[in-house]
């Protein structure tokens, strides 16, 4: 069974973009997979809640209840580790797909060759196969 981790960024999008992103991974994944996140993507998000305002605080809100309402499995990241330099670490693993926006992250991901999910267009989700 694969991991598909969930980058911050990328649990926003229901919220801004009104993409049903958990359909859109299900339509892409042809296999047996789990839905994960790094712990420290659920402190991100709250951090958003308290010092955003307005549709970012609204989408932040959104993630929060999906992740509740979707039992995301949230695992521990490394300490001392940003989340991106966590998703790599943990991704680096075979079984592993990442769920992000985030240029820099989608960046190193291709450099190692871990599959991603990335937004197209505003309106959709594709997923690089890099192996």
Do not use: W
């Not at 296999?31 to 659920?42: A, C, E, G, N, V």
């Amino acid at each position: 069974m694969k991991a598909v981790i969930l980058d911050t960024n990328f649990l926003l999008i229901p919220g801004q973009f009104r993409i049903d992103i958990f359909s859109e991974i299900e339509r892409l994944c042809d296999f047996p997979y789990r839905l994960k996140m790094i712990d420290k993507t659920m402190d991100e998000l709250r951090h958003i809640i308290s010092a955003q305002k307005g549709r970012h605080k609204a989408s932040a809100s959104l993630a929060l209840q999906l992740v509740k309402a979707k039992d995301i499995d949230v695992i521990p990241g490394l300490p001392d580790e940003s989340v991106d330099s966590s998703i790599i670490s943990i991704s680096d693993k075979k079984n592993y797909v990442v769920c992000t926006l985030d240029k820099e992250l989608r960046r190193q991901l291709k450099e190692k060759g871990i599959p991603m999910i990335v937004m197209r267009q505003k309106k959709y989700l594709m997923m690089y196969n890099l192996h």
